[in-house]
């Protein structure tokens, strides 16, 4: 069967000396399973190659695998390891430039230290973007603290990948059920908070051109666009913004189909944003690569609006001359 040619970007990798990171991830998976994962998030060759032949994914950007350096405690030890973790990163791209791309990892902890690695990962090693997983010990990143981070991650024009983790502190509602924390619910509440409160905080009216991209079909936010343009003009509490908050939901913020392999979902998705705003990914190797693949050539698409999920939106995003 012929594939349709896909990009894909949120697609994990593990550098060396980050397992005790990632155990925050793997730690409510089956020994067996995580053994395999842990396999195929340190393998960049053959077996990764395979499996994005087999679903005619021409292309992928990778990140290093959560919570990364988002939960390191000192300060300059982040600096370092993300410094050592795009080195890393650029090496493996190096064996396969016309098949792989990379997100840096920030040491988000620091936001001058964060965007200057931003800017050596972009221009100097080529990297197109970064992915940060959340949150950094309970500090997000709408405060004016964070401005010239923006401010750089517009001049560099690259999208900043908002990922999930857990939150910094685990709500009541969840007590009794660990199901609730995690992937199931509480990674896209966490992360689609996250999102709202650097667009309620003002970041995309005082840095217009960031591009913020969200997985898991947007963690839902595509859904809620018009009930938060009627409860903020009843409810604003003091908050002005320049435009409506569903007009920052397809243009500031993007979103992949990386884990939600629903048609209905993703028609929603791309009937509130527009097919410019959707993008698809898998989630590899936390998602099966071929489910993903077969799940966006099946969705009911015209042919114009299925290049542009597939295709279109990254090489664009990316600024990837494919031809």
């Not at 409510?28 to 994962?37: G, K, Y």
Request: net charge negative; glycine share 8%; with cysteine.
């Amino acid at each position: 069967m012929k594939r349709i040619k896909k990009i894909a970007l949120e697609e994990h990798f593990n550098a060396v000396g980050f397992e005790d990171y990632s155990k925050a991830f793997v730690k409510h998976i089956d020994s067996a399973d995580a053994r395999e994962l842990m396999a195929r998030l340190h393998d960049f060759d053959a077996q990764r190659l395979e499996v994005m032949d087999r679903a005619g994914i021409e292309y992928v950007v990778l990140s290093q695998t959560g919570p990364g350096v988002q939960v390191e405690k000192d300060v300059s030890v982040a600096i370092e390891r993300a410094r050592q973790n795009n080195d890393f990163l650029a090496q493996q791209i190096a064996h396969h430039p016309d098949r792989l791309g990379g997100f840096a990892t920030l040491p988000m902890q620091d936001p001058a230290a964060a965007a200057q690695e931003l800017t050596r990962a972009v221009q100097d090693l080529g990297l197109k973007g970064a992915l940060v997983n959340g949150h950094t010990h309970g500090v997000y990143y709408d405060g004016r603290e964070y401005d010239a981070f923006w401010e750089t991650v517009q001049k560099l024009d690259v999208p900043f990948y908002l990922h999930p983790f857990d939150a910094y502190e685990m709500p009541h509602a969840y007590t009794g059920h660990p199901e609730l924390v995690g992937a199931t619910w509480g990674w896209g509440v966490e992360t689609g908070t996250h999102a709202l409160r650097m667009l309620f905080g003002g970041v995309f009216d005082r840095c217009p051109e960031v591009k913020l991209v969200l997985g898991h079909m947007g963690e839902g936010l595509p859904f809620q666009r018009w009930r938060y343009d009627s409860r903020f003009a009843v409810y604003p509490h003091g908050v002005t913004l320049k435009r409506k908050p569903s007009e920052y939901i397809g243009s500031n913020i993007l979103i992949t189909t990386s884990g939600v392999c629903s048609a209905p979902t993703l028609m929603g998705a791309i009937g509130e944003m527009g097919a410019e705003a959707v993008l698809f990914s898998v989630d590899y190797p936390y998602e099966s690569t071929e489910l993903a693949a077969d799940f966006i050539e099946a969705a009911p698409m015209d042919d114009k609006t299925r290049e542009l999920v597939c295709y279109g939106n990254a090489a664009r995003l990316f600024k990837l001359d494919r031809s």
